[in-house]
T-cell receptor, first 114, second 112 residues
Framework: ETGVTQSPTHLIKTRGQQVTLRCSSQ?????VSWYQQALGQGPQFIFQ???????GRGNFPPRFSGLQFPNYSSELNVNALELDDSALYLC?????????????FGEGSRLTVL | SQQGEEDPQALSIQEGENATMNCSYK?????LQWYRQNSGRGLVHLIL?????REKHSGRLRVTLDTSKKSSSLLITASRAADTASYFC????????????FGTGTRLTVIP
């Protein structure tokens, strides 16, 4: 059974640029959630994708967008990067849409915005 | 804002001692989960307790939940150096999505 994998692991961007982060969900999982974790803080929910549609969104602006593909992998896109976007971005998958059980997290993509 | 708040923010103990971390939250929940994170890496699920449960055990872990006080505690018995990590409680938002509210975490250091 393959776990959740994310790429890239680290990347550096400059303010105003755009970034795409990728996530492959665990085998058999059809739901992917994305979280942002700033340094020294707990993760914050960005949004969730279920069957290729956004199914829940946290308090993040529209420049944070995503996609889910038929194989349940997902992308997180962030446009017009700001310094405060520097964080660890975590992808989590689950076999169901609602939080009735655990989430399986990837190792994250650490984004630094200069 | 984050719903859960862990206490203490940091905890340092000797190997073999027990570690207790507390979590408080603000609104009604369906369940509460505890996760562990090693030094800026991914989170690993430890245990889930439902709102109608008061106590749950898993190996060296013991979790309690007091919904009247909106609080939970995580006890790690006979700690090991490998338990050194950050521990987060997470509550569900009841929105129908996997929207978990995480606290700021407790940084546990176990000294060999």
């Amino acid at each position: 059974e393959t776990g959740v994998t994310q790429s890239p692991t680290h990347l550096i961007k400059t303010r105003g640029q755009q970034v795409t982060l990728r996530c492959s969900s665990q085998s058999g999982h059809n739901t992917v959630s994305w979280y942002q974790q700033a340094l020294g803080q707990g993760p914050q929910f960005i949004f969730q994708y279920y069957r290729e549609e956004e199914n829940g969104r946290g308090n993040f602006p529209p420049r944070f967008s995503g996609l889910q593909f038929p194989n349940y992998s997902s992308e997180l896109n962030v446009n017009a990067l700001e310094l405060d976007d520097s964080a660890l971005y975590l992808c989590a998958s689950s076999p169901r849409r609602q939080s009735t059980g655990e989430l399986f997290f990837g190792e994250g993509s650490r984004l630094t915005v200069l | 804002s984050q719903q859960g708040e862990e206490d203490p923010q940091a905890l340092s103990i000797q190997e073999g001692e027990n570690a207790t971390m507390n979590c408080s939250y603000k609104t009604s929940i369906n369940n509460l989960q505890w996760y562990r994170q090693n030094s800026g890496r991914g989170l690993v699920h430890l245990i889930l307790i439902r709102s109608n449960e008061r106590e749950k055990h898993s190996g060296r872990l013991r979790v309690t939940l007091d919904t009247s006080k909106k609080s939970s505690s995580l006890l790690i018995t006979a700690s090991r150096a490998a338990d050194t990590a950050s521990y987060f409680c997470a509550t569900d938002a009841g929105t129908g999505a996997n929207n978990l509210f995480f606290g700021t975490g407790t940084r546990l250091t176990v000294i060999p």
